[in-house]
Every structure is written in C-alpha cells, then in structure tokens.
C-alpha cells in the first residue's frame, strides 16, 4: 500500500512542484468531495491540482493510498528531526491524551513498525476484540417479533390483522429473547467489516477473518454518532469501552464512494492546537501531582457573559504560589510574542492573581524569554511587579529521553525568575 508522509502545513499535487509520483488525479477528486461533503473542512484546503494541509496531525486514507501527516515545530524546514522521529512524538502525544489506547500487553507493539497510524488503529482494534472475545461477549435482552405456527408469546395484533387474516393457522408474536444479537455488538461489527474493507495487506486478514467467524450472525446496522451517544453507562459497558472508542473514531470519519469513480476516504485527524494543549495538561497534571494542582481550562467571568479561559492553571498545594500557563502551537514571528497574546496573558495575571503567566511554544531548542509589565498588580495588600515570558520547549528531546527526565522541570524553571 503506499505511504506517503507529510508535515503539517504541506503541500501535495499530482502535478507541478509538489508533485508526488503515488497521489492521481483520482484521489483530488476525492478529497473535493470530501470537502464539499463536510462544509469546508478544517483539514486541509484545495490548491490547484492538489492539497494544502493545515494544523491537523492525522492519517488519511484514500482507496488505496495512505497520506500521514506529521506534526513539526518548525516551519521552515530547519529541523533536524526527520518524519520517522515526528511520527513518534505524534504516538506519544496521542497516547499520553488517551486518543490511542491500547491493552497493557500491546505496549511493546506501540513503536509503529507497520505503515500508518491508521493501521495501528486497526491491529489495537483487533486486539480489543479479541480480548472481549476471550472473556465472552455479553448477552442482552431484546424484543423479537416474528410469524409463527404455534401461539407462544404476546400475540401483535395489528401485525396479526395485517399479515394473518388469511392464514388463521399463523400467529404474529413477540418474544424476548435474551442473546448476543444486540445493537452494542452491531456497532463493533460495523467496525470490523470496515477494516475488512479498508486493510489493504495481508498482515492482519488471517486475524479479521477468525474474528469475523467467532462473531455473532448479526443485522448490518447504519451506525450514526446518536448510537454512540444512546449507549448507557453500566458496568457490563465498561470493557468495551476502548473497543467503542475506536470504532467512533472510524466509523463516524469513513466517507463511502458515493459516486462512480471515486473512491473511499477516511481521515482520522486530530487539531495540533488541541493536542499540544491537552498534551502539557496531562504531563504536568502526572509529574507534578504532590506538589501541584493543575487545572484545565478554568473560568472566570469577564464582561457581562463572557469569560476568560486560560490553559492551564498551576497552584501550589502548600504555598501561595498560583501560574497561568498558556499553550501556542506555532513559533511566533521574529520569537516575540503579539500584542494579543500578551493583552490576554496581562488579563490572565489579573484575574487569577498570579505574578507570572508563560506563552508555552514547541521547538527544538529549550530557551526562554522572560518580559514585565509596567502596571503593578495589587496582589496581597501592595502593589507588585508581574510578569509573562516565553518558553520554547524541546519536544523531540523530551519523548526520545522521557525515561530519563520530566517535561515539568523546564516549564516549572520557565516560571522562575
């Protein structure tokens, strides 16, 4: 199957200077589909005889034809990074945000050793299966209504005067019967016949094939994100909670050939921005649990209804310590911040009464910028100086060494003046 790898922001065509020899006419017409499809996707943006890619990290796969795209913190094609590298901190990131989730014995299979993210998507969702499978699918009751010779169950009577008026010798009945054939186990099986579908090699048929035997003889089902949403919290729902998560994912961003020539698309993508700010919650929110309370996305309100958000909020458990941290997936222009981000940074100081607010960039070399402002901030009955810096932290060299250091330890030294 070709792989094609590309950062984000990057262009590709089946002509001309971004011309790659694996992406056809055929699979622009797809995504112009898909583009129409989905009201002007965030994804990426038409060019002539190609793509554009935005800030979304993810895979795409058109017939095919597979199109990763890769996060990067620098734009200028200055990295020292290569694709293979970026491709780790993206499973990283995905992971540490609990977007790949996966059974404690598939650690060791997380480094990507196959072609794409999307099928790494696929082998864990087998993995899930399988698991479920093992430990027995549960059984649920159901309402059946069918024609039968003898009365047994509650006659349906307006399917009776319908069906029967003539054959007084059949009775239409409804029965509750108590199986594996529920809508919970329709929804995984969608999923399963859309890897069928999608899984292009020949690594992992063998073990779809078997799975598809041992799964139950079930009604093909149109699934729709209000089943998901229909799904009630109970603890026989519980482990097949990572099963249901993946198959939302491929289920609901799967676009069918809808016209002759086409082909099938399905893109699993994710907002860097998002994902960056998630990504430094969650780490700070693990490293720095004994000593700090880190909250995300607090509020306070601000003019009439609205309301500031920041980030993340740090608070010391034992002193009176209180950081505001802002996360930004870009490298500002000529590495200073613009005069929004430190108006929004200046309110965050006042309203959260902190001294020191930070601008959290990605990069490839740890620095920071520290800056005051020149209005005091009346903090603990006076007057005091407060300030916002800009921090650039080192991601590669985090995920390549995470065994060996903490990413807590340059941001908690970002806030130190």
Request: hydrophobic letters at 40%; charged letters at 30%; proline letters at 4%.
């Amino acid at each position: 199957m070709p792989n094609i790898q590309l950062f984000e922001y990057q262009s590709i065509t089946y002509k001309g200077s971004y011309a790659h020899p694996a992406f056809k006419a055929e699979h622009l017409r797809a995504f112009e589909s898909y583009f129409q499809q989905n009201e002007r996707t965030p994804y990426f943006e038409l060019i002539p005889k190609g793509v554009r890619f935005k800030s979304y990290v993810g895979v795409i796969q058109i017939g095919n034809l597979v199109i990763e795209v890769l996060p990067k913190a620098d734009r200028q094609n200055r990295s020292k990074a290569d694709k293979s590298t970026w491709q780790d901190v993206l499973l990283d990131m995905l992971r540490t945000c609990h977007l790949l989730k996966a059974q404690q014995s598939s650690q060791a299979n997380l480094k990507l050793k196959r072609n794409s993210i999307l099928e790494l998507y696929f082998l864990l969702y087998l993995e899930e299966l399988e698991s479920l499978i093992k430990k027995g699918l549960i059984k649920k009751y159901r309402q059946e209504h069918s024609q039968q010779k003898a009365l047994k169950g509650a006659l349906v009577f307006a399917e009776q005067i319908k069906h029967n008026l003539v054959h007084k010798e059949r009775f239409f009945v409804r029965n509750q019967a108590y199986d594996r054939e529920h809508q919970l186990h329709q929804i995984l099986h969608e999923a399963l016949l859309l890897i069928a579908q999608l899984d292009q090699g020949s690594q992992l048929k063998d073990r779809i094939g078997r799975l598809l035997l041992d799964f139950p003889d079930l009604e093909r089902l149109k699934v729709k994100a209000q089943h998901f949403e229909r799904i009630p919290a109970d603890r026989k729902h519980a482990p097949y909670e990572r099963a249901l998560e993946i198959a939302k994912l491929l289920l609901l961003n799967f676009r069918p050939d809808l016209k002759a020539g086409q082909q099938n698309m399905i893109a699993l993508m994710f907002d860097m921005n998002q994902l960056w700010e998630e990504y430094i919650y969650r780490v700070l929110k693990r490293e720095l649990k004994d000593d700090w309370i880190v909250e995300g996305q607090s509020r306070r309100r601000f003019w009439e209804k609205k309301q500031i958000r920041p980030d993340i909020v740090l608070r010391h458990r034992r002193r009176p310590e209180v950081y505001v941290i802002d996360t930004k997936w870009k490298l500002p222009e000529k590495l200073k911040p613009s005069d929004n981000d430190l108006k929004q940074m200046f309110a965050y100081n006042h309203y959260w009464d902190c001294t020191h607010s930070l601008l959290l960039y990605p990069a490839e070399e740890e620095s920071k910028f520290h800056g005051s402002y020149s209005k005091q901030i009346f903090l603990d009955d006076r007057l005091q100086d407060h300030y916002c810096s800009m921090g650039f932290l080192d991601l590669v060299d985090y995920v390549q060494n995470k065994r060996h250091r903490n990413l807590s330890i340059p941001i908690l030294d970002m806030l130190s003046i």
